[in-house]
């Protein structure tokens, strides 16, 4: 029997945490879209590690044939994405027309995400309707600065502590930006 060919040679590269890590230095616990404040429209836990986005194809549980379509298209993963993406600091979260459509629908949506950032969890929360608040707050739950009233902060202290603690000032520099805090 011939071997199968290996698409990827082997590199000789051997990777191991840290000695006494428990945890990554960056990872999302949590991402939550909210329809207003105190109403969820979901909530997915992640765990430190690979996480995987998926849909279910719907020709395989019978609702449609392969011929009528879809074939997992359209459920959302891209958006989810693109969500995740934006509570992290990109600017927008989807072309003009689409974020108008969200807003539109959603004028109290608020997408939020529990961070931890070399052991400091952070709560960040971006309007996705009508709002223009945003905030970065280390040290609180996301519920916390939703309902408190807590002073906007924006989200470029979370940007700092992300590019100070998990960056460093030679990386960022190799790093080709536009404008500061992109890295």
């Given amino acids: 029997m011939t071997a199968q060919l290996e698409l990827l040679a082997p590199t ?13 230095r960056f990872w999302i616990r949590r991402l939550v879209i909210w329809e207003k404040p105190g109403v969820v429209l979901r909530e997915i836990t992640f765990r430190p590690g690979l996480n995987i986005v998926w849909s279910p194809d719907p020709a395989d549980q019978g609702r449609i044939t392969e011929s009528e379509g879809a074939l997992g298209h ?3 993963k891209t958006l989810f994405c693109r969500l995740l993406r934006y509570v992290l600091g990109e600017e927008h979260f989807a072309p003009e027309g689409q974020r108008r459509s969200i807003a539109q629908a959603l004028p109290e949506g608020t997408v939020g995400a529990e961070v931890v950032v070399d052991g400091t969890p952070w709560a960040l ?59």
């Fill in 12 to 24: 000789g590269i051997h990777l191991s945490p840290e000695s006494g890590r428990v945890e990554p």
């Fill in 74 to 76: 359209g459920s959302g």
């Fill in 125 to 183: 929360l971006r309007p996705i309707g009508l709002g223009r608040q945003h905030f970065a707050a280390p040290n609180l739950g996301l519920e916390e600065v939703l309902v408190n009233g807590t002073a906007a902060t924006g989200i470029e202290p979370f940007l700092v502590a992300l590019e100070d603690s998990i960056l460093s000032a030679d990386v960022v520099a190799l790093i080709p930006v536009e404008h500061r805090l992109q890295a």
